[in-house]
Antibody, heavy 116, light 108 residues
Framework: EVQLVESGGGLVQPGGSLRLSCVVSGFTFSSHWMSWVRQAPGKGLEWVANIKQDGSEKYYVDSVKGRFTISRDNAKNSLYLQVNSLRAEDTAVYYC?????????WGRGTLVTVSS | EIVMTQSPATLSVSPGERATLSCRASQSVSSNLVWYQQKLGQAPRLLIYGASTRATGIPARFSGSGSGTEFTLTISSLQSEDFAVYYCQQYNYWPPWTFGQGTKVEIK
């Protein structure tokens, strides 16, 4: 069974940082692109970033470039999102998803709340 | 960037009835379109990819059609578990992934 489990969210002040993690099981992690998608409270879905199997290609939505960094550790079946310089508008549930072009499988998400 | 527009925003349907949801792209995305279902408090679930191919485990009452700029998701006979928000997303031009704003299917 394919499983993706996010963690690392929480309440953080504006300007703060967090490291989000996603641990996967049930498939060969190193064979798949992985992505992060977020959803602000009561809003729609917004793609954030994705990363190639070997980490050699990474893409970001313009609004997070220079602030967020996607990475992966294939030995640990883990995907990460380092989120820095957080703003109120970054408040959202952050989902990890398998796939380069769309989300084939999704985790349940981790909530990031940016507030003073 | 491709803009995806879904209609209607809310669709009120009685159980057992057919639901038809629309998604329009601001320019052609060929058949590179997916549909997701999201229930309250849950992650999105892939329903349809390639505009018309059901994902693994998706019931046959869900069907997708269209190409170019106009797409449709049809739920042939709504079950109680189908009341949810549905999103379309194009992947002809990526990154970024671009989503529609969603259609909420509610009980009439």
């Amino acid at each position: 069974e394919v499983q993706l489990v996010e963690s690392g969210g929480g309440l953080v002040q504006p300007g703060g940082s967090l490291r989000l993690s996603c641990v996967v099981s049930g498939f060969t992690f190193s064979s798949h692109w992985m992505s992060w998608v977020r959803q602000a409270p009561g809003k729609g879905l917004e793609w954030v970033a994705n990363i190639k199997q070997d980490g050699s290609e990474k893409y970001y939505v313009d609004s997070v470039k220079g602030r967020f960094t996607i990475s992966r550790d294939n030995a640990k079946n883990s995907l990460y999102l380092q989120v820095n310089s957080l703003r109120a508008e970054d408040t959202a549930v952050y989902y990890c998803a398998r796939g380069a072009r769309y989300g084939e499988y999704w985790g349940r998400g981790t909530l990031v709340t940016v507030s003073s | 960037e491709i803009v995806m527009t879904q209609s209607p925003a809310t669709l009120s349907v009685s159980p057992g009835e057919r639901a038809t949801l629309s998604c329009r792209a601001s320019q052609s995305v060929s058949s590179n379109l997916v549909w997701y279902q999201q229930k309250l408090g849950q992650a999105p679930r892939l329903l349809i990819y390639g505009a018309s191919t059901r994902a693994t485990g998706i019931p046959a009452r869900f069907s997708g059609s269209g190409s170019g700029t106009e797409f449709t998701l049809t739920i042939s006979s709504l079950q109680s578990e189908d009341f949810a928000v549905y999103y379309c997303q194009q992947y002809n031009y990526w990154p970024p992934w671009t989503f529609g704003q969603g259609t909420k299917v509610e009980i009439k």
